[in-house]
């Protein structure tokens, strides 16, 4: 695919002394915490699926090193990756401040978000509660429908969930115009 890049990002990626490109991001937790050494395996096997369309997948749990100072970590793939893919596929499965920041990142640069979920979870994970201070009075919000969603991915086990991607990310590149 053609990519414009900002003169930023091009700034960005001096700076930071990273080249890569990548097609598909997944915004995931990228971090090990309670089951997220297992959803690496699902990571891996989504990796693998984008990989078989031709395509190359970003995943965080293999590029971003957790070693790199913070503002690394995340500007790598806010500020340079997503602004130069063609579509994010949002993994709703482990709550994760880190894929949140991705997906915001994605409607920020005009980047379609695929949201990938468990049935059983359903789509209850883009929202939450926020407190209004002054008031003390609890909303439930819904903020994340904010930019061009491209598809809904719901399934019950890791193959249904694979060739549903596989399949959505086809149709994606057959309509593709960037």
């Known amino acids: 695919m053609f990519r414009r890049e900002s003169n930023i990002v091009i700034g960005l990626r ?6 890569d490109e990548f097609d598909v991001v997944l915004a995931c937790a990228f971090e090990p ?32 090193d957790l070693n790199w100072p913070p503002e690394k970590i995340y500007d790598i793939p806010n500020s340079i990756v997503i602004p130069c893919s063609d579509i994010v596929i949002g993994y709703l499965g482990l709550q994760s401040n880190a894929a949140g920041i991705m997906i915001g990142s ?11 979920y468990e049935k059983e979870i359903g789509l209850d994970s ?16 819904d903020l994340g429908w904010k930019g061009e969603i ?3 991915i719901e399934f019950e086990d890791e193959n249904e969930a694979l060739e549903k991607l596989r399949l959505s990310l086809e149709a994606f590149y057959r309509g593709y115009k960037k």
Do not use: M
């Open 14 to 19: 001096d700076i930071l002394d990273y080249r």
């Open 126 to 141: 883009l929202k939450f509660e926020l407190t209004n201070l002054t008031t003390g009075k609890t909303e439930i919000k």
């Open 106 to 116: 994605a409607f920020k640069n005009k980047i379609p978000v695929s949201y990938l």
């Open 150 to 152: 491209y598809d809904l």
């Open 33 to 64: 915490e309670e089951k997220g050494p297992e959803k690496f395996n699902f990571y891996d096997k989504i990796g693998e699926a984008i990989e078989k369309i031709g395509k190359r997948p970003y995943l965080p749990h293999k590029e971003i």
